[in-house]
């Protein structure tokens, strides 16, 4: 069986954390060798488990937030610019001539 990143990542177990790191190192030492390039210049993007939200915890968020006066800029609707940035109807009554 071959092992991908993908599985390794996508299991919960704790076993394979060790063992994505010791991959990582090795894929960086093959760098090194075949290519002759320093530790300094590569570099592996592993994003931050802390600072990502799973949909699940998003959407208890916001039912959390339900009724509240005012939510988390992350728990915000996306809306475009033009729509984010246009007047509501009570200033567009006031600017009204």
């Known amino acids: 069986m071959v092992v991908t990143f993908y599985h390794i990542r996508s299991s919960i ?45 998003k959407s208890a968020l916001r039912e959390a937030y339900k009724n509240k006066k005012y939510l988390p800029l992350d728990l ?3 809306k475009i610019r033009a729509i984010r940035r246009r007047l509501t109807k009570h200033q567009a009554i006031e600017s009204w001539p």
């Open 13 to 57: 177990s704790s076993f394979y954390g060790g063992e994505l790191e010791q991959i990582s190192f090795y894929q960086l030492h093959i760098c090194q060798v075949v290519l002759g390039i320093s530790h300094d210049q590569i570099t592996f993007f592993h994003p931050d488990p802390e600072l990502s939200i799973c949909k699940r915890q």
């Open 76 to 78: 915000l609707p996306k």
